[in-house]
C-alpha cells in the first residue's frame, strides 16, 4: 500500500536563502500561495505574493516554482538533507540565472 505524501513546505515556514548576490525570504502562508522577500544585496525591498506549486521529490527534496507579477519566472530545487538550494531564474528583462545557496529554515509556526 503506498504512504500517503506530506506536503514538501508547511504553512507558516520562513526560509532564507544566501546567493552570492541576493538573499530572498520565502513565507509560506498556504499550500499555494507565499511571499519572496529579498532582504539583502542586489533587489533589496522587493516583496511579491504569488501562487506556487511544490513537489515532493522525495524525503527532504522539494521542487519549489512560481511566477512573479513582474514576469520572473523562479524555480528552487531545496534539499533540506544538505541545506542547498539549485535556483534558475529567468528575470522579466531576460537572461538566465543559476545560483546555489544556503537555505536557512527560520521557523514553521
Not at 500500500?1 to 532564507?16: I, R, W, Y
Not at 509560506?28 to 533589496?44: F, M, P
Not at 521529490?57 to 544538505?82: A, N
Amino acid at each position: 500500500m503506498a504512504e500517503k505524501a506530506t506536503l514538501p513546505l508547511d504553512v507558516g515556514q520562513v526560509l532564507e536563502i544566501s546567493f552570492q548576490p541576493f538573499t530572498p525570504r520565502i513565507t509560506v502562508h498556504s499550500e499555494c500561495e507565499l511571499t519572496v522577500e529579498i532582504v539583502s544585496g542586489d533587489n533589496v525591498g522587493f516583496s511579491d505574493t504569488v501562487e506556487y506549486e511544490a513537489v515532493a521529490i522525495r524525503d527532504e527534496l522539494v521542487l519549489l516554482s512560481w511566477q512573479e507579477h513582474i514576469g520572473s519566472t523562479i524555480v528552487h530545487v531545496l534539499d533540506f538533507h544538505s541545506g542547498e538550494a539549485h535556483t534558475v531564474v529567468t528575470p522579466a528583462k531576460g537572461g538566465v540565472m543559476r545560483l546555489k545557496g544556503r537555505i536557512d529554515n527560520k521557523s514553521v509556526m
